[in-house]
């Protein structure tokens, strides 16, 4: 079986198959050439020549220092039909292509000599075929196989015959008509090469009229359309629109590597993107893309929608890309425009104090500033599923529903004072207003709203209302007394010794003290409202202070007032006005504290300043009304059914303190007592 190490009879098995090619091979006489008996052929040889003959593709092998030739089925047709076939077969490389021999020698050798592989693309090498000179282009590689010792054996070549499909392009370029009229000349004596030709012009024409057409459809898209091929993205293919966008010329763009035409284009990104779809294949979609442009001379921010798209040849591997792309530049600058008014419109309406909302021409909410959610605590969601007229006090929803109504039907303006639910669920006075925007068509398109929180104003003037109401009550009752007690005086005034005589008079002086002391606290009301205050400060001891206010009382013998703590504690203050804070402090604890006998005073020295309590056993205050009970015109029971009183006495006596820098508060519990007290900084 072997013979010098090399394979004897099994060498037929590596030369199956192959057709004609194959044949040829098995029968030639190879022992007559330098490479000798099929039998003493190397393992690589044998290996190699088994995969040329088998392969579809065309191959050619060049063996041994003599440059042996081999080549299998595909490749046949490039000999052509007359020449070269089959005596290339077994014949050395120099004496097959004496006519491009030193044109194939250098690369034999370069793959020789460096191990290299060869790539020539379209390359042309004219060879004698039949009967003649023929301009033949080939694609081909040439590469070494190694011998079993290490050493090269041979050269592969794998080629492809590319000259059709360079004359089509070669025709294309150059005027058809006359590449027409030499092909007519070249082959006219050649009956079947007429119809080849023909077959070859008519495969050309449809590949052209596609290709024109694909051109038009390019040129006229209303979109920019351009092809870039290769790593470096040359512009290839281009239309008018892509040209306006880039705002070059064609002679700018033309077969120029992209970012060469469009330098300012590069490094914002697009390199990577283009490069990524080049090797990935796959098509890339961007929306509103920022692109740096140079356009008249100046740098122009634009937006571009586009689609990168692989371009691949008849083999399937991806030659370039196809962007297909639409300027939103002005469409992008418009929104942005848009946003931004609408920004500078919520930030306005969400600065403002008031509730903000609009509706369409029917009514319908359509927005509300940041102030109605806070304000209602609603959301936009929840107000679409109601009416905001919910949102309204019951008593007040079919007042307004009317007005709006009104107002929607006829565009009269919308007023109305209602209560609004704010989010703590308590209502608010607000005063509602809306105006109608009409649009061209005299049509109302909008209404414009606000509500605004009135519930300060309004509480006030029923305050107010509820003062004078109370006042002229309580100035009522003593001067009715008085005017009872002058009237029967007056009807004694002949017999001054009567025994009703001094009740009488006490009556009416009792009855004038309450008036007077009604008035004075109306005049300090105003007063402390004008800043007409002054005060007389001297050095006053508090512990007397507070002793000679009791004395009346003490006299009554009802009341048991107790002082204690520091009675040495002295403080610079206008002790009239003291007096009157203690004093008012004292009646209340008598006067809401009635069935308490016993008040208990204090004065301390807390943080370097003097405090003085009042405690009394009382039924003391409610949590929810101990806040306001220094307000003006507060009193807790507002009927005025139980006590009387203005609701100004805490309100003078807090004012009193805060002009002193002092402090003032109470502390209660309902049922337990309550304690009123007042700071003053000691020095
Ligand atoms: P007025 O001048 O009408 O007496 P004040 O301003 O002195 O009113 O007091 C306000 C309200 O505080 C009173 O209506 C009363 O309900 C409450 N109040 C004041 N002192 C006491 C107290 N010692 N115990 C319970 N309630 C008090």
Redesign the pocket.
Known sequence: MYENGKLTSTYLQYLQDGGEMGVLTRSFNWSDTALGHPRTWSQSLLTTLSIVLKSRFPMFLWWGTELIQFYNDAYRPSMGKHGKHPKALGQMGSECWPEIWSEIKPMIDKVFSSGESTWDEDRLMPIYRNGQIEDVYWTFSYSQVKDETGEIGGVLVICHETTEKVMALQKEITNTKVAKANNENLYSNNEELIKAQSLLAKAYYHVRAQEEKFRSIIEQAPVAIAIFRGPKFVIEVFNNKVLEFWDRTAEQVQNKPLFEALPEASDQGFEYLLSTVLTSGKTHIANELPVKLIRNGIIENTWINFVYEPIRDIAGLITGVMVICNEVTEQVNARKKIEENEMKFRQVTNMVIQMIWITDGDGINEYYNQRWYDFTGTDLKQLKGIGWNQLLHPDDQERELKTWNHSIKTGALYEIEFRLRSKSGKYIWVLGRAAPFYNSDGIIAKWFGTCTDINDQRMLMQQKDDFISVASHELKTPITALTASIQLLSRLKDNPLSDRFPVLIEQASKSLNKVNLLIK?LLNVTQFNNGQIHLNKTHVNLFNLIEDCCADIRLEGIYFIKTEGNLALTVYADALRIDQVIV??I???I???PESKKILITIENVNHTAKVS?T?K????AAD?LPH??DRY????ETGSK???????????GEIIRKHKGQIG?T?ELGK??T?WFTLPID
């Open positions: 606290d008012n402090f009646i209340n604890a006067k809401y504290a009042v009394d009382g039924q003391g205050i009304d009970l220094f507060f009193r807790v029971d006590y009387s009183g203005l609701g100004l006495g805490l309100y003078i006596s109470a209660s007592g309550s009123f």
